[in-house]
């Protein structure tokens, strides 16, 4: 047993994201620090690793997992701290930690985060965002552990580094450590107002009665290259409130697929396909998740 991390086995993933199925996985790991994440990567590594912040942008497509797959939760990595004029913030952080920090110091340039459920590094990934504000636009650097090397690295993204719902770091084979983000002074007042402007909004839309995994679909274009919204695709193909078993497409908010209860894995999948089939037969329009499928 390594001091630096604790290991769980053959133990449900239910707690450990947002969408709640009872997933078992064979192995479990939970680092207590940068380092304890860096140990269990080295001494784990002929398997392979799905690394989970929140839990909270991702779904299943199994009911359990055998011990070549090992879960790993970063959420106890969660260092953030003022160097000098840059934010060094570890993988761990969840956004609304971030915001309220930023907040709290009257740095400008995060509120949008305060109610985005996810941490740093899944962020970074996916270049989390809302409306005209990413991740993306706030980093120096990015810490990394090469998969490859076994060593950590940092990596400094250019213009083309961070796209619409997307980074270059899917394209290489890491794990994402900490990242030095931009400071921006603001006034703590306005910061504030931002984030709980931010917050209203979303509870007033979204379905934060059930259990889900954030919005479904990322955001798709008609062939004349102009965005879609997926509420209105949706209601037009009639899927507002469509259910299998207790997953089923929110009666608010039909952007987002929920629990209602006690879904499985499989009700989740038959929601998702239906949602693809309904839309590509009606409109022509091939919808792509949002979701980390594991």
């Keep these: ?174 794990v994402v450590l900490s990242a030095s983000l931009k400071i921006k002074p603001g006034d703590y007042m306005e910061i504030l107002d931002k984030m709980l402007e931010y917050r209203r909004e979303r509870y007033v839309k979204q379905p934060r009665n059930f259990p889900n995994g954030g919005s479904s679909f990322k955001r798709p274009k008609d062939k004349d290259g102009e965005w879609l919204f997926m509420w209105k695709l949706f209601d037009a193909c009639d899927l507002r409130g469509y259910r299998v078993g207790d997953a089923q497409v929110s009666q608010k908010h039909p952007g987002f697929i929920v629990n209602c209860g006690n879904a499985r894995v499989a009700d989740v999948q038959l929601v998702i396909a239906e949602c693809k089939k309904r839309v590509k037969e009606k409109f022509d329009v091939d919808i792509e998740l949002e979701w980390r499928v594991i």
């Design 1 to 174: 047993m390594n001091s630096n991390y604790f290991v769980l086995k053959n133990h449900s993933l239910q707690r450990f994201h947002t969408f709640r199925l009872d997933v078992i996985a064979s192995i479990i790991i939970l680092p207590l620090t940068k380092k304890g994440l860096i140990s269990a990567l080295r001494d784990y590594s002929d398997r392979k690793f799905i690394i989970i912040g929140n839990g909270s942008n991702m779904i299943f497509k199994q009911t359990s997992y055998d011990e070549s797959t090992v879960f790993i939760v970063t959420t106890m990595i969660d260092k953030i701290q003022i160097n000098g004029d840059q934010l060094y913030v570890q993988a761990g952080v969840t956004l609304n930690k971030l915001a309220w920090f930023t907040c709290e110091n009257s740095i400008d340039g995060y509120a949008f985060c305060e109610d985005i459920p996810g941490t740093l590094g899944g962020a970074l990934m996916m270049n989390a965002g809302q409306w005209q504000y990413t991740i993306g636009q706030y980093v120096n650097w990015i810490e990394v552990y090469d998969y490859d090397t076994k060593e950590t690295r940092i990596i400094y993204p250019d213009e083309n580094f961070f796209v619409y719902r997307h980074s270059e770091l899917n394209n290489q084979n890491v």
